[in-house]
């Protein structure tokens, strides 16, 4: 098999760049527990003010964002109101159970997106045979949706259908960026109406380690108990919060390069036979399609593709993902397309 030359797997299989690398080599370092850490202390920063939060938490992954907050928000048999297709119901590894003993109420969005009357509906009465929903759950950009962007009209309904309950809410923002890139809306504007919200450094923003929560003063000195409590207090940290800060002076704007990558790939496969995609539904970086009609399944699919040196993902039996990050240009794209291509060609009858 030959080497992977375009990599679609995820935005996780970014490398850092030169550049980042030499902002690393440079940081200033202290004891990140002890808050000494000058360049976690400045991501911290930096984070709150980017979500118009009060503070933030330096974490080693989005994971952990997720689960800390969970842990904060909730008391074991409590319930969570999320999309069905939430990253933290599908590969955490059961860790709401684990850790927080909460369980979940899934809702039946559109492409990740559900809506005030999907809220209204899911959050219990509160009888006392009633798990007592104390959490509602946005993950903007929905990844198993498809890369879609809550709409913010939509996402300011859905809170204030929680907050008019009483219910707490977390917004989910490992690609928070993406959806402000491809939207206009501010990060600021995006997380207001939430409790907590985080965004990840190791997707599209292309650093090695590490995600950032934010929240109310309050919400964070709880946070960094169970930080501490879960082994996520670290050390010298500012070597990889200094990548954090150069991704957020250099890798945000450059985003919609990735946008547009997703759209031209999800064009090129649109025309080829037994692919089923709708190029319209492209909002970001993340490229589903269907390849039931092609007579591969997804695994099939991915492996003959690998045979051309392109990586995608079998994210279901007919279902791949493909996503473009900063180490795939425009180039490689046509690169991905040209391998999709052979891999579809009728085989040559001999003779
Ligand atoms: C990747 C991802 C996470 C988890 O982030 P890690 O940094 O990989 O732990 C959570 N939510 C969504 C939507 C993600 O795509």
Known sequence: ????????YSDTQTRPTAAMRRAIADAEVGDEQRGEDPTVNRLQERVAELLGKEAALFLPSGTMCNEIALKVHTRPGDEVVADRTAHVINYEAGAPGLISGVMFSAVDGERGVFTAEHAAAAIRAGS???PPTRLLWVENTSNLGGGTVWPLEIVTQVCAVARGRGIATHLDG???LNAVVASGVSAAAFAAPFDSAWIDFTKGLGAPVGACLAGSRAFIEEAW???QALGGAMRQAGIIAAAGLYALDYHVQRLADDHVNARRLAEGLAVL???DIDPATIETNLVFFDVAQTGMDAQQW????GEHGVRMGAMGPARVRAVTHLD????????????ARAVLAPAPTGG
């Open 328 to 339: 795939v240009d425009a180039a490689g794209i046509e690169q991905a397309l040209a391998a």
């Open 225 to 227: 108990r169970y930080k």
């Open 302 to 305: 991915v492996a003959r593709l």
């Open 128 to 130: 006392r045979y009633d």
């Open 1 to 8: 098999m030959p080497a992977i030359a375009v990599d679609l």
């Open 273 to 275: 036979p037994g692919i």
């Open 174 to 176: 490992a690609r928070l």
